[in-house]
C-alpha cells in the first residue's frame, strides 16, 4: 500500500528521517531509517536516501506493507445536514483525523469515501480526542469550512460538555480560571497541566447535574477558551479528574506502562474511556445567518456507567 503526503512549509529543509519522525510519530527514527535504506521511501517519485534534503511542496511516498489497523468504534450517526454543514455524533473510541496507522478508521476519511452519500470535500470544524463523543461539525466544501473558520475565530461558538467526574465540587457550580500550559518536566510529550510552560489563560464553567452514589458527578461544562484538554486539565487541578481520563488521572511511569500494553495493563480502570461528551454546541449559521444549535444525546456508555455507579 503507498502512503503519500505532500510537505508542509514549516519541514522545508528538513532530511528525509527528520521529516518522517516529526509529522509520522507512529514510528521511531531508526525504524524510519531502516525503511529508507530498503528502498520504501520516495521523494516525487524517485527512491530517497537518508541523506535526501526535502523542499515544502514535495510529495513523499511511502511502501507500505499491509497491516491491521487499531480498532474503531465506526458507530457515528448524522444529527444535523444543512446544505452547506454536517453535524456528527461522534462514539468514544474514533479518531477525527488520521494518526499513527489509522489511515481509514478515522472519521474524516470515512465521511469523505465510505459514507453514503461521500462528501469528498468535507473538512472537520471543530475537533474532539479519540475517547471524547458527541458533536462534531463537518463543513461539506472548502468555502464552509473557511466561514465555519471564521465564526470559530470570532469566539461566538457556545460549547456545551457533560462529564462525569470523581467526587463533587465546591459549590454546586462556579468558574475555573486556571492558565494551561505543556507540563515540561513530565515523561509524557503530550500532558498539559496548570501553570505549565507558557501558560495561557484558561477558564472552563461548570454546573452540577446530578450526584451519582457516594463519590461521582454528572457535570455540565463550558469552556470558555479553547485550551488543549481544558476540561480534562481543569477538573483534574480542583480534584475532581474525568472518569477514565487515563492521561490525567495517572502519574507518568503508570500511564506510561498502560500505553505500552493496554490489553495486559495491572491498573484499575473505572471506565474503558474518558467520559466526556459534547453534548451542544450554538452558533450563528455563517449563511443563514440564524442561531443553529447541535445536540447529540448523552451515549449509552456513559448512562450505563452512571447506573453501575448507581
Known sequence: MIISSSVP????????PDYLTGRFTYLSKEEWLKRITEGRVYCNDIPSGVDTIIEADDVIAYDMPEFTEPPADLSYS???EDEWLLGINKPGNLLVHHRGKSFKSNLIYHIRYVHNPPFEKAGIVNRLDRE???VVIVAKNREALVAMNRVLASRKVVKEYRAIVKGSPKPDSGTIDMP???VSNSKVGYRYGVNGEKAKNAVTGYETLQRIGESYSLLRLVP???RTHQLRVH???TGHVIVGDKLYGMEDDEFIEWRRDPDNFKGKLVFHRQALHCFRMSFIHPYTEKECTISAPLPEDMQQLMQEIE
Not at 512549509?9 to 528525509?16: E, L, P, R
Open 180 to 182: 494551561i500550559g505543556r
Open 78 to 80: 448524522i444529527v444535523h
Open 132 to 134: 471524547t463523543s458527541g
Open 235 to 237: 477538573m483534574a487541578a
Open 224 to 226: 470558555e477558551t479553547g
Open 9 to 16: 512549509q514549516a519541514y522545508n529543509g528538513f532530511s528525509i
